[in-house]
Structures are given as C-alpha cells and as structure tokens.
C-alpha cells in the first residue's frame, strides 16, 4: 500500500531559526528588515510566527503582529487585527502547498491566542501568485495603497473576517 506523506511540517519559529528565516526573506522578497524587527515580532507573538521545515530545514515562514484598529468591514469600529506582516517559501518549495498551510495555521492561532476578529495584509498589486493565494483563502481587496512601496509599486490591502465556526 502506498502511503502518502506531508513532506514538511509546520512549526512555531524558534530563536535559532532567525538567521535563516532572515535569509529566506532576503532571498524572496524586496521587503526587508533589520534583525530586531524579526526578534521583536518573534517576542511578541510567537504564536503567530511560524516556519514550514522539510527534512528538518526551514524552507518558508510566516510572521505576523496583534494590532487595535478600525475594523475594514464595521463602520467606526475598533477591532482586533491580525496583520499578516511577511510570508515567503523559498523558490524550490513552492506549488506544495507550504503558503496556504503557514496561512491557516498563524490565522487560527491568532484566533486562538490572541483573540484577532480580522485579518489583514499588504501586497504588491504585482504579485499574482500571493493575490491569487490570499482570494482563496478569503481575503478581498479592502484598499489600494497608492505608492506603498519604496519603488513606487501600489499595494493592495486584503482583509477577511475571522470565521467563529473554523
Ligand atoms: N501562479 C499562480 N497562482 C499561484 C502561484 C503561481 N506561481 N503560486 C501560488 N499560487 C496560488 C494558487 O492558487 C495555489 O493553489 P494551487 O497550487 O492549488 O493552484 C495557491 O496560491 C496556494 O499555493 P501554495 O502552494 O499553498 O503556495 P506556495 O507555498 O507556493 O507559496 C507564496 C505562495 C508565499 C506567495 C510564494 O509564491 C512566495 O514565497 N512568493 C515570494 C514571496 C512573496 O511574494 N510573498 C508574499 C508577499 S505579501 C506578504 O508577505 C503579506
Ligand atoms: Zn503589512
């Protein structure tokens, strides 16, 4: 019988693990930041910081930060937001699932330990794999951030509900 195994597993970051998320970050992404962005965040809200390893390497994480804001689906409401602030898999591991995993995964822990009522990020209008990842998870364009980027690029703003029954 053939058995069918997950080829990675999710897992909370630890400490040890931040050089290579920083490198992974660099690698993926033009959005990058001094270590103690990631050590603050990692601090903070560790439930909400994740890496996917395979054969025991980290190959992608996830990072995110508990805010107060107003709610992008109530008028003049204050809530509780999970800001998606960094997601990467790194080149040769994506297309496996390892992004949508990260996703549901910090989201139901922000649920869970921190008590989030929304979710929302930022991405670059230009990126159609991760747009493409954000709609199938739920999210929906809440705003466009004319030149959010350092290089002039727009940013979408995503946002989604939390879903109590989840
Ligand atoms: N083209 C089209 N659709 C895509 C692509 C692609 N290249 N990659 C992912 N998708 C969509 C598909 O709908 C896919 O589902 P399918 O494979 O069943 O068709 C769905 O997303 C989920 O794909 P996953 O395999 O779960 O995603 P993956 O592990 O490849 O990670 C990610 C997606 C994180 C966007 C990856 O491509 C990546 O690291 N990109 C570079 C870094 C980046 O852009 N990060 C997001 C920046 S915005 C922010 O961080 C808030
Ligand atoms: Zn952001």
């Known amino acids: 019988?053939?058995?069918?195994?997950?080829?990675?597993?999710?897992?909370?970051?630890?400490?040890?693990?931040?050089?290579?998320v920083i490198e992974i970050n660099r690698l993926c992404l033009p959005e990058n930041y001094p270590r103690y962005f990631f050590e603050d965040l990692l601090l903070?809200?560790?439930?909400?910081?994740?890496?996917?390893?395979?054969?025991?390497?980290?190959?992608?994480?996830?990072?995110?930060?508990?805010e107060l804001g107003f709610?992008?689906?109530s008028f003049m409401k204050i809530v509780k937001k999970g800001h998606?602030?960094?997601?990467?898999v790194l080149p040769e591991h994506r297309r496996k699932g390892i992004g949508t995993?990260?996703?549901?995964?910090?989201?139901?822990?922000?649920?869970?330990f921190y008590g989030v009522q929304e979710y929302y990020l930022e991405v670059r209008v230009t990126n159609v794999p991760a747009?493409?990842?954000?709609?199938?998870?739920?999210?929906?364009?809440?705003?466009?951030?004319?030149?959010?980027?350092?290089?002039?690029?727009?940013?979408?703003?995503?946002?989604r509900k939390?879903?109590?029954n989840e």
Do not use: H, T, W
């Not at 019988?1 to 290579?20: P, Q, T």
């Not at 809200?45 to 990072?63: D, S």
């Not at 929906?140 to 004319?146: D, T």
């Open 101 to 112: 995993e990260l996703m549901v995964k910090c989201m139901e822990n922000m649920k869970k």
């Open 44 to 66: 903070k809200f560790p439930k909400a910081f994740l890496v996917a390893r395979v054969n025991g390497e980290v190959v992608a994480y996830v990072m995110c930060r508990i």
């Open 131 to 159: 747009i493409k990842l954000y709609k199938k998870l739920g999210f929906k364009v809440v705003r466009v951030l004319s030149r959010y980027y350092r290089d002039g690029c727009d940013a979408f703003q995503m946002a």
């Open 1 to 20: 019988m053939a058995v069918i195994e997950k080829s990675f597993v999710i897992d909370e970051c630890r400490i040890e693990d931040l050089d290579r």
């Open 84 to 88: 998606i602030v960094s997601i990467a």
């Open 71 to 73: 709610s992008d689906f």
């Open 162 to 164: 939390v879903d109590e």
